[in-house]
């Protein structure tokens, strides 16, 4: 089984400071991705990043960079210079995949964290 | 790419009527699931496929939810009869690669 915990139900951050929402996460999967995505007030999913397990370098994309620490089991995601826009809700999700790497499909949902960045 | 599409984006109906949400997936994209959200039980997965055939369907609800997948860009999810606790926004998502993208997802409330 796979389990996401984010623990911290909402950050909040100033516009232009960098934040950390932070995930761990809980598998016997051989494999495994793990994602990010931004929910805002509007309610759409928006994919933000993507982690492989076995990828050797930490994500980025843009803004956001994953820190990701296997040995802890947490992929955090980081955002540099918080925008208002940023503003939403964050999940973090994972999937796993077999011993020979074939993905099982399904993503797990952590609970989520609501960030507001202020002015 | 339009992203994957669904509609209607938004339901109103009355309790007892029958509902049917569609999808259309990103194009070349191989799975497809279809979520419920609600303040009270977060993002929940009702069921996926894989190349049209039903993989998982362990959190569907009850019988009077079902799932269809005819083809490769097509997908429905039907409530029957409907209920005022299925109010909720339904998401398809659809997964090419690593990435699993959303649709904008159906607001669905029953009256």
């Known amino acids: 089984a796979q389990k996401i915990t984010q623990t911290q139900p909402g950050m909040f951050v100033q516009e232009k400071e960098a934040v950390t929402l932070d995930c761990t996460y809980d598998t016997s999967d051989p494999s495994y991705g793990l994602f990010w995505y931004k929910q805002p007030s509007s309610g759409e999913m928006i994919f933000l990043i993507y982690?492989?397990?076995?990828?050797?370098q930490n994500a980025t994309e843009g803004r956001y960079s994953l820190n990701f620490q296997k040995a802890r089991k947490s992929a955090n995601l980081v955002i540099s210079a918080s925008q208002l826009g940023d503003s939403a809700m964050y999940f973090c999700a994972m999937r796993g995949s077999n011993a020979g790497g074939t993905s099982y499909g399904k993503l797990t949902f952590g609970q989520g964290t609501i960030l507001t960045v202020h002015p | 790419d339009a992203g994957v599409i669904q509609s209607p984006r938004h339901e109103v109906t009355e309790m007892g009527q029958e509902v049917t949400l569609r999808c259309k997936p990103i194009s070349g994209h191989d799975y497809l699931f279809w979520y419920r959200q609600t303040m009270m039980r977060g993002l929940e997965l009702l069921i996926y496929f894989n190349n049209n055939v039903p993989i998982d369907d362990s959190g569907m609800p009850e019988d009077r939810f079902s799932a269809k997948m005819p083809n490769a860009s097509f997908s429905t999810l039907k409530i029957q009869p409907s209920e005022p606790r299925d109010s909720a926004v339904y998401f398809c998502a659809s997964t090419g690669g690593n990435t699993q993208y959303f649709g904008p997802g159906t607001r669905l409330t029953v009256l």
């Open positions: 982690q492989g397990s076995y990828d050797q």
